[in-house]
DNA sequence: ACTCCTATAAACCGATTGGTACTAAATAAA
DNA sequence: TTTATTTAGTACCAATCGGTTTATAGGAGT
């Protein structure tokens, strides 16, 4: 027999699509139900702390999407399978540039200050898990938590210039320009 | 003597601050005012169309400070001169990463859809006119465009991280190194 | 003095905001 | 089946939204 209850996590990707599209402000309640088909009935049900809980869990969520999928392998798997798999996740997670980056857009506005210790600390975590496995993989110390910064920054401004130009192709581009980057510094 | 006259050109620069750290939707009217100490009277008077209108004209007075300050001497005055003063301009104008850049936090929401044009002929305009000036000061034809695309990609990428981790120094930093990058091009 | 005209202030508008209360339906436990 | 308990739908709330209207203040030109 299967189950196909509608339980908690479906709330959360479907909110979190509506965040995506209209940002934190941008997204109204109305909107939201609209968007996603479930009354405020619902929504209060799953989050009854209101919009501030579903952009919090929201962010739990992501978090814990990338922790599992990408820094976790990136800190205990061979550095190069992970670092390989970190672009194909990242591709496939921004769908190749037509999804912005929720947690990135959440820091451009004053919506950082409500959820600054998540927004840092997820980008903290994902250039030292980088960082880490370039180094494991032979990049000089030196360069390994420079070139993690610069994976990162380049991945957030090819979503921004992306959805700016209207040309998802940029994003596409630039994750193969630093992924060949990184593996110039490695034997 | 001196006319110290409030005009519109002064409206427009306040709002605009009012705008980059709220974004389009999170600016209400009443935050506007708040922290512009315009009445609704003063705004509605330079801007009859409201929000709308105010952030159509903030957009084009951006663009135009770039075009005066950086696009044209890129497309008209000694390129590596140029250049130079490109990087100059762009750490002054972001306040060295602690200013977001507008035109960008409007790219990532929908708030791109109504101002769609101007967002990417901001940036087009902005990767067109520095890879001129790279071309005529030598670099390679292959590379001018991509080597321009870049340098747009690390500085918004850079703004958004900066933010993000509350650390403006990733900003001075990134462009260090694209100008670097972009040095290593040309003889 | 007297108009004009620009600029600001403040009261006010209907619509929409995020959020609550209450109810109905579905599901699980007994 | 009966009884709890969870889930979902609707109506409604005070507050705030973006925007309008009316009134007034202050020069500049005559």
Redesign the pocket.
């Known amino acids: 027999m299967v189950r196909t209850v509608?339980?908690k996590s479906d709330a959360i990707a479907l909110v979190a699509e509506v965040f995506r599209e209209l940002g934190y402000e941008g997204?109204?309640?109305?909107?939201i139900t609209a968007r996603t088909k479930?009354?405020?009935?619902?929504l209060?049900?799953?989050f009854?702390g209101?919009?501030?809980e579903m952009a919090a869990e929201i962010m739990a969520n992501i978090d814990a999407w990338f922790v599992t999928e990408m820094f976790k392998p990136l800190e205990e798997e061979d550095p190069r399978a992970a670092i390989a798999r970190m672009w194909e996740m990242t591709d496939s997670y921004f769908h190749s540039g037509r999804r912005v980056c929720l947690i990135g857009a959440f820091a451009l506005d004053e919506t950082r200050d409500h959820f600054s210790a998540a927004i840092r600390d997820y980008f903290r975590r994902w250039i030292e898990a980088l960082a880490g496995a370039l180094l494991r993989a032979g990049t000089p110390d030196t360069d390994a938590k420079m070139l993690a910064e610069e994976a990162v920054i380049g991945i957030q401004g090819a979503l921004t210039l992306a959805r700016a130009l209207g040309d998802e192709a940029v994003f596409g581009r630039t994750l193969v320009r630093l992924k060949l980057r990184l593996e110039t510094t490695l034997g």
């Open positions: 509608f339980e997204a109204s309640m109305s909107e479930l009354s405020k009935g619902s209060y049900h799953f009854p209101g919009k501030e």
